[in-house]
């Protein structure tokens, strides 16, 4: 069967290399001056494959720069704007700021710090309390998720509880644990937890419920215990699931961080935002604001890389595929 | 070994439709399977086949009837039993190695030997050097040459097979039954082989059920005197024996192709 297949590969070669060996309207002298005598027609053939292969993959990066400088030329375009507009005075500065204001304000935080204290600690503040929030929430969604996706009983009986506190705009939630337990972190760290908490929760329990019946049923013939299908076949099928939740979840646990903080904090970039809206300084939001985003990104980077390390097994989509 | 590997008795299996209706997949099937018999059953579409295998399996359980398997009433997953899909039931997230030894680690098998077994029947099936492979990396016919390892390497006593090559291609599909008799004639388990292909059944089995339209029910049970080894599965065909059973069997298929076909055709 695999020799089959290696065959065909080969005569796909050979193929192309009769293709490829006589270039259209070319003579046969030319034939004679391209082919020495005694060469063998599939190594011609794989000289004419690697031209190929090579055509393509300048192809391909020519395509990825184009992407690359259009993107740049997109950001200079957007940034360039609200410079000269702003300069220009047909957008006030005021209220809307400007980007080389916003750039100065963030050497500032860096360079002499902010009024709450150094600035990298007001990031790690914020981290913090995301990075908590983050990791509370997604366990216990994965638990909770799993043993509810597990029992269909259980799952029932609690299935209207979730559905009317999934219903509460949950940010009015981060008022309540302040009053509870005070301006410190963990008013902050339970927002995001309880934030991601719903997402991650979700997933988990779609996740196990969606296990294929096939694989199932065959892990169950080979003799796997119940812990063994929970932890060779339902655990590894909700993870995709549970997986692809945690890239929107840590944006979800900023949120949760942030919001905290502006609702009662000493320290941290959303108190940070939080000051700079009560003295009508825009540059201070946008500053912090960027920092924010540029967190999330980071973030988000690494949980990419997990993912792909956890879910090699997958097939590659077939947009990654380039065409030769 | 005493008495019969696999006997059915009486079975009938109800289902509940999403609707409330009751609906009756098997009627009063019996028929047995005797030690070392390869057992093939053949029937239109939607007679029931899958549904006895699970009942033999032990993953459904018969509404009124019986199921014994080597002697012992099935109640819950049956021990010693190895069963192919139909559809594709690898775990997608393992590696050929990990599926193929997964049956041993379920039954507890040191891991160094199970890796071992495994490497050994991965080699057996014609896939080395594929270990380290995910399922999604290989094409449909190594994918059911691991299913293959993966059912025969605990040495099951009964084998159950759900149309295990229905979805490859012709060629394919007749290197993989030539391969399933050679590794069949080594160890010579029961087997349960469910197949709409008449040929197929006809080439591989001892015994051939031919099964009602729905409610499946046994019509008639066919002994298969062609001699062993039989040889390629391509050339059996041609025999005469092979063209005379062929002819009796599908005699008495037909009426029931026939009427499933009317069924669900609406005429």
Same mark, same amino acid.
């Not at chain 1, 599939?42 to 494959?49: I, P, T, Y």
């Not at chain 2, 499933?260 to 005429?267: C, E, L, P, S």
């Given at each position: 069967?695999?020799?089959?297949?290696?065959?065909?590969?080969?005569?796909?070669?050979?193929?192309?290399?009769?293709?490829?060996?006589?270039?259209?309207?070319?003579?046969?002298?030319?034939?004679?001056?391209?082919?020495?005598? %005694?060469?063998?027609?599939?190594?011609? %053939?794989?000289?004419?494959?690697?031209?190929?292969?090579?055509?393509?993959?300048?192809?391909?990066?020519?395509?990825?720069?184009?992407?690359?400088?259009?993107? +740049?030329?997109?950001? $200079?375009?957007?940034?360039?704007?609200?410079?000269?507009?702003?300069? !220009?005075?047909?957008?006030?500065?005021?209220?809307?700021?400007?980007?080389?204001?916003?750039?100065?304000?963030?050497?500032?935080?860096?360079?002499?710090?902010?009024?709450?204290?150094?600035?990298?600690?007001?990031?790690?503040?914020?981290?913090?309390?995301?990075?908590?929030?983050?990791?509370?929430?997604?366990?216990?969604?994965?638990?909770?998720?799993?043993?509810?996706?597990?029992?269909?009983?259980?799952?029932?009986?609690?299935?209207?509880?979730?559905?009317?506190?999934?219903?509460?705009?949950?940010?009015?939630?981060?008022?309540?644990?302040?009053?509870?337990?005070?301006?410190?972190?963990?008013?902050? !760290?339970?927002?995001?937890?309880?934030?991601?908490?719903?997402?991650?929760?979700?997933?988990?329990?779609?996740?196990?419920?969606?296990?294929?019946?096939?694989?199932?049923?065959?892990?169950?013939? +080979?003799?796997?215990?119940?812990?063994?299908?929970?932890?060779? $076949?339902?655990?590894?099928?909700?993870?995709?699931?549970?997986?692809?939740?945690?890239?929107?979840?840590?944006?979800?646990?900023?949120?949760?961080?942030?919001?905290?903080?502006?609702? %009662?904090?000493?320290?941290?970039?959303?108190? +940070?935002?939080?000051?700079?809206?009560?003295?009508?300084?825009?540059?201070?939001?946008?500053?912090?604001?960027?920092?924010?985003?540029?967190?999330?990104?980071?973030?988000?980077?690494?949980?990419?890389?997990?993912?792909?390390? +956890?879910?090699?097994?997958?097939?590659?989509?077939?947009?990654?595929?380039?065409?030769? | 070994?005493?008495?019969?590997?696999?006997?059915?008795?009486?079975?009938?299996?109800?289902?509940?439709?999403?609707?409330?209706?009751?609906?009756?997949?098997?009627?009063?099937?019996?028929?047995?399977?005797?030690?070392?018999?390869?057992? #093939?059953?053949?029937?239109?579409?939607?007679?029931?086949?899958?549904?006895?295998? @699970?009942?033999?399996?032990?993953?459904?359980?018969? @509404?009124?009837?019986?199921?014994?398997?080597?002697?012992?009433?099935?109640?819950?997953?049956?021990?010693?039993?190895?069963?192919?899909?139909? #559809?594709?039931?690898?775990?997608?997230?393992?590696?050929?190695?990990?599926?193929?030894?997964?049956?041993?680690?379920?039954?507890?098998?040191?891991?160094?030997?199970?890796?071992?077994?495994?490497?050994?029947?991965?080699?057996?099936?014609?896939?080395?050097?594929?270990?380290?492979?995910?399922?999604?990396?290989?094409?449909?016919?190594?994918?059911?040459?691991?299913?293959?390892?993966?059912?025969?390497?605990?040495?099951?006593?009964?084998?159950?097979?759900?149309?295990?090559?229905?979805?490859?291609?012709?060629?394919?599909? #007749?290197?993989?039954?030539?391969?399933?008799?050679?590794?069949?004639?080594?160890?010579?388990?029961?087997?349960?082989?469910?197949?709409?292909?008449?040929?197929?059944?006809?080439?591989?089995?001892?015994?051939?059920?031919?099964?009602?339209?729905?409610?499946?029910?046994?019509?008639?049970?066919?002994?298969?005197?062609?001699?062993?080894?039989?040889?390629?599965?391509?050339?059996?065909?041609?025999?005469?024996?092979?063209?005379?059973?062929?002819?009796?069997?599908?005699?008495?298929?037909?009426?029931?192709?026939?009427?499933?076909?009317?069924?669900?055709?609406?005429?």
């Amino acid at each position: 069967m695999s020799n089959d297949k290696f065959s065909d590969a080969t005569t796909g070669v050979g193929a192309v290399a009769e293709r490829e060996q006589v270039p259209p309207g070319s003579s046969p002298a030319d034939r004679t001056d391209s082919v020495p005598a %005694g060469t063998d027609r599939v190594a011609v %053939g794989q000289q004419a494959l690697d031209e190929r292969t090579r055509r393509a993959s300048v192809a391909f990066r020519r395509r990825k720069l184009k992407i690359w400088g259009a993107r +740049l030329t997109l950001a $200079v375009i957007i940034i360039g704007g609200w410079q000269l507009f702003t300069a !220009v005075g047909w957008v006030d500065k005021f209220f809307y700021a400007q980007p080389s204001g916003i750039w100065n304000r963030l050497w500032d935080y860096f360079e002499n710090g902010s009024e709450f204290g150094s600035y990298p600690d007001q990031i790690k503040t914020t981290m913090q309390e995301a990075l908590y929030g983050f990791l509370i929430g997604t366990g216990v969604g994965i638990v909770m998720g799993v043993a509810l996706g597990l029992n269909r009983f259980l799952a029932e009986v609690l299935d209207p509880f979730i559905k009317v506190v999934n219903a509460i705009p949950r940010i009015v939630l981060g008022s309540i644990f302040i009053v509870a337990f005070g301006i410190g972190l963990t008013p902050k !760290v339970l927002l995001a937890a309880v934030l991601v908490f719903f997402i991650v929760f979700f997933n988990a329990f779609q996740g196990v419920r969606e296990v294929d019946r096939n694989v199932l049923n065959n892990a169950k013939v +080979l003799g796997a215990s119940r812990w063994h299908v929970i932890r060779h $076949v339902i655990m590894p099928s909700a993870m995709t699931w549970i997986i692809a939740s945690l890239h929107s979840a840590f944006g979800f646990a900023i949120v949760g961080a942030v919001v905290g903080e502006v609702l %009662g904090a000493q320290q941290g970039l959303g108190l +940070l935002i939080k000051s700079a809206q009560g003295n009508f300084d825009p540059y201070g939001v946008f500053a912090n604001m960027f920092v924010i985003a540029a967190l999330v990104l980071i973030v988000e980077f690494v949980i990419e890389r997990v993912e792909r390390r +956890l879910l090699a097994w997958r097939p590659k989509a077939q947009s990654d595929a380039v065409m030769v | 070994m005493a008495g019969t590997a696999i006997e059915i008795r009486n079975v009938t299996k109800r289902f509940l439709t999403p609707k409330g209706e009751v609906f009756t997949a098997i009627r009063d099937v019996t028929f047995t399977v005797e030690p070392g018999q390869f057992c #093939a059953v053949v029937g239109p579409t939607g007679c029931g086949k899958s549904t006895t295998l @699970s009942l033999v399996s032990g993953l459904d359980r018969p @509404s009124e009837g019986s199921v014994w398997v080597g002697g012992e009433q099935v109640d819950g997953i049956t021990d010693g039993v190895g069963f192919m899909f139909q #559809a594709d039931a690898l775990l997608p997230w393992k590696t050929v190695l990990q599926n193929v030894a997964l049956g041993l680690i379920f039954r507890k098998v040191g891991k160094k030997e199970a890796v071992e077994r495994a490497r050994d029947w991965i080699r057996r099936v014609g896939l080395a050097g594929f270990e380290d492979r995910y399922p999604h990396q290989l094409s449909g016919g190594m994918r059911k040459r691991v299913a293959m390892a993966a059912a025969w390497i605990t040495e099951p006593k009964v084998l159950l097979m759900d149309e295990p090559f229905g979805a490859l291609d012709v060629q394919t599909k #007749a290197i993989m039954s030539n391969e399933l008799t050679q590794l069949w004639e080594g160890s010579r388990p029961s087997v349960l082989f469910i197949t709409h292909d008449l040929e197929e059944a006809i080439a591989l089995a001892d015994r051939v059920v031919v099964m009602t339209s729905s409610p499946g029910g046994v019509k008639e049970v066919f002994d298969i005197d062609i001699p062993r080894p039989r040889g390629s599965v391509q050339e059996i065909r041609f025999g005469s024996r092979f063209l005379e059973l062929h002819h009796e069997i599908w005699a008495t298929l037909r009426d029931e192709v026939e009427r499933a076909y009317a069924r669900t055709a609406g005429v």
